[in-house]
């Protein structure tokens, strides 16, 4: 078996990096979809049902955050194994990825279904929404083990240079899901009216069929997690899943944790910067979906590399991928500034709303560069294994928008442009300090010198 895995740092580096990407972004935006498709089910339950399911998801966005604790590494040590042409190595490592993966849903998941009533409190639901969000979190929790699992055998695949087969299962599941959500939220034909659970259990049904395509696949590639070590702990193996994924899913935290806190600044100033913000970050996600393509495709080059010991050749890698991720960007900032207004009317008439907005995506056009310098590095910093300079400059960085924001909008009276400001502001520091870190080399320290 030790041959039969060949790594892709061989091929042609300008098509291997569009070929992890591309599927990268698509990923994104049909993750994305799900969350749309169940809003436009479940929106025509009311408005009730409405605030509860955007509700959850802020719930949610906490919790699968935390599925970096064991994916990042799982994907950052199956690519060094497959570098080092020691595919077996890289079993193991990710069967242990998988156990920590299953420990940490399930850890979490019952102390969500526990407290979920203290936190729809915190939210201020009240009693009908409150039921409803229960309705729906209760049905997600007793199945997510199987979104975990899904970001699980998705971490193999990229390990093994393989963005496109996890795509396409994606897209599969998306497309079962958009079926069920009419046919259990309304009761058609056969199935049982659930209303807003029956979003929620469509949703758990299409990631369990999904999950399983993935695990056949990996069946018909021999490249399943081995059985040895999903049933015991490697102390050394699971240190290093750790020390890459922990930054990055504390990093992930904090972030909806800080957003949570932001938007009560950005409700002082109406429910229109609210609508605005809302719709400018749906806007924003072409630029996102850029970056997580171009940062898959980096952990992915650097992680193999590293593992091959052409350390040089992970740093070309990871700058290729970030000059690709900039230069698009730059095109998308360009409408972002120059067509605010047009992009803002696709998704609002209200005039107010489209006056936030614009003057939201008009600076944030500024700093959309630093968006990807922030991203894609992130990703090649998870290729080498090494994350915690990631998360000493998210963590802090992140927080300060809290009193910045403030500061501007509300002491220095610029409204929610001070707030825009804030966030791009800080956005371009986190680009610029994850790129300089890279390019100083400290994740070389700790890695075997060059072959």
């Given amino acids: 078996m030790q041959n039969d895995f060949q790594p892709i740092i061989y091929r042609n580096i300008h098509g291997t990096i569009f070929r992890l990407s591309l599927p990268g972004m698509i990923s994104s935006i049909l993750e994305t979809l ?7 089910w479940v929106g025509k339950l009311g408005a009730e049902a409405l605030a509860a399911i955007g509700g959850c998801a802020f719930i949610l966005w906490a919790v699968f955050s935390l599925t970096a604790l064991s994916i990042n590494g799982i994907a950052t ?3 060094q194994n497959i570098g080092a042409q020691k595919p077996d190595e890289g079993r193991f490592a990710a069967a242990q990825g998988f156990l920590l993966n299953t420990l940490t849903v399930f850890l979490v998941g019952g102390l969500v279904y526990l407290g979920q009533n203290h936190l729809y409190r915190l939210m201020r639901f009240d009693l009908q929404v409150t039921q409803l969000a229960h309705q729906y979190m209760t049905i997600i929790l007793s ?6 699992w899904f970001t699980a055998f998705e971490a193999v695949f990229r390990g093994l240079g393989d963005t496109r087969t996890p795509m396409i299962v994606l897209a599969f599941g998306l497309t079962l899901n958009a079926i069920a959500d009419p046919f259990f939220i309304f009761g058609w034909w056969i199935f049982p009216e659930m209303g807003i659970g029956g979003a929620a259990l469509a949703t758990i049904i299409s990631e369990a069929i999904s999950v399983l395509g993935l695990w056949w696949l990996l069946k018909r590639r021999r490249y399943l997690p081995c059985k040895k070590g999903l049933l015991t702990i490697d102390r050394s193996v699971m240190k290093r899943l750790l020390a890459i994924g922990a930054p990055v899913a504390f990093g992930g935290f904090f972030f909806s944790i800080i957003y949570v806190i932001l938007t009560r600044i950005i409700a002082r ?3 229109a910067a609210i609508a605005a913000i809302g719709i400018g970050h749906r806007i924003e996600g072409i630029a996102w979906f850029a970056c997580v393509g171009f940062s898959v495709a980096a952990s992915t080059l650097v992680g193999q590399n590293v593992g091959a010991r052409r350390i040089k050749h992970a740093a070309r890698a990871a700058w290729l991928v970030t000059g690709y991720g900039v230069l698009i960007l730059l095109a998308v900032s360009a409408v972002y500034y120059f067509y605010p207004d047009v992009l803002m009317r696709v998704f609002t008439q209200d005039v107010r709303v489209q ?3 614009t003057e939201y995506l008009r600076i944030i056009a500024l700093f959309e560069i630093f968006l990807g310098l922030e991203v894609i590095m992130e990703g090649a910093f998870s290729g080498a294994g090494y994350t915690f300079p990631v998360m000493l400059v998210s963590v802090p960085i992140t927080a300060a928008r809290i009193p910045l924001a403030y500061l501007l909008a509300v ?3 610029w409204g929610t442009s001070g707030i825009w400001w804030a966030i791009a502001l800080t956005t371009g520091l986190k680009g610029f300090l994850n790129a300089l870190l890279f390019a100083l080399g400290i994740w070389k320290k700790k890695l075997k010198p060059e072959a």
Wanted: no cysteine; hydrophobic share 65%; net charge negative.
């Fill in 34 to 40: 799900f969350q749309l498709i169940d809003a436009y």
């Fill in 77 to 79: 040590l199956v690519a």
């Fill in 143 to 148: 199945g997510m083990v199987f979104i975990f």
């Fill in 269 to 271: 100033f109406g429910m």
């Fill in 355 to 357: 006056q936030i907005g």
């Fill in 411 to 413: 002491s220095w009276n």
